[in-house]
T-cell receptor, first 114, second 112 residues
Framework: AQKVTQAQTEISVVEKEDVTLDCVYE???????LFWYKQPPSGELVFLIR??????QNEISGRYSWNFQKSTSSFNFTITASQVVDSAVYFC???????????FGAGTRLTVKP | DGGITQSPKYLFRKEGQNVTLSCEQN?????MYWYRQDPGQGLRLIYY???????QKGDIAEGYSVSREKKESFPLTVTSAQKNPTAFYLC???????????FGQGTRLTVV
């Protein structure tokens, strides 16, 4: 069975703080994809990153970085120097290769206060 | 601009009525999806379609129906058989499997 757990329901930080959103997954597959999406107040989900299970290199994109650790089945997301515009719900998701079955975590609501 | 459009944004339905949510995309994507979002539960897959005239049930298809007569359109009907239809519904499309999915802005359905 595939499962994604985002244990942090809500996080509140003050602008310019760093914040890490946790994501732990379960799968019996040896190959799979992991995703992060952002859901701003407008409602649509916005794609942030896709990671193939073969690629354990960490990735940095501006203030965003992702730490993928296969040994602990985690794919954590860090925002450095957070900004008010980062306030949103963030979803981690797991997808089987060549399969439409994508599993989402429950989401973490991040609030960045000025 | 290319994108995915859901309408209406808000929808109210009386108990016992069927209601149809619209989803249109002009991205030329083959795959389209419907998800339901409830507080604290993330997104759950209702139906998906990989190609015109074909669709598959997701985890929570009971009480819902879909059609895919055109590549651009994937409407979702919430039937009276759906016991707890009040939720936020998201439509998505995908060009190639396991790549970036594009989402609409959602429809918030409330049963009154």
């Amino acid at each position: 069975a595939q499962k994604v757990t985002q244990a942090q329901t809500e996080i509140s930080v003050v602008e310019k703080e760093d914040v890490t959103l946790d994501c732990v997954y379960e799968t019996r597959d040896t190959t799979y994809y992991l995703f992060w999406y952002k859901q701003p107040p407008s409602g649509e989900l916005v794609f942030l990153i896709r990671r193939n299970s073969f690629d354990e290199q960490n990735e940095i994109s501006g203030r965003y970085s992702w730490n993928f650790q296969k040994s602990t089945s985690s794919f954590n997301f860090t925002i450095t120097a957070s900004q008010v515009v980062d306030s949103a719900v963030y979803f981690c998701a797991l997808s089987r290769i060549n399969n439409n079955d994508m599993r989402f975590g429950a989401g973490t609501r991040l609030t960045v206060k000025p | 601009d290319g994108g995915i459009t859901q309408s209406p944004k808000y929808l109210f339905r009386k108990e016992g009525q069927n209601v149809t949510l619209s989803c249109e995309q002009n991205l030329n994507h083959d795959a389209m999806y419907w998800y339901r979002q409830d507080p604290g539960q993330g997104l759950r897959l209702i139906y998906y379609s990989q190609i015109v005239n074909d669709f598959q049930k997701g985890d929570i298809a009971e009480g819902y129906s879909v059609s895919r007569e055109k590549k651009e359109s994937f409407p979702l009907t919430v039937t009276s058989a759906q016991k707890n239809p009040t939720a936020f519904y998201l439509c998505a499309s995908e060009g190639q499997m396991n790549t970036e999915a594009f989402f609409g802005q959602g429809t918030r359905l409330t049963v009154v």
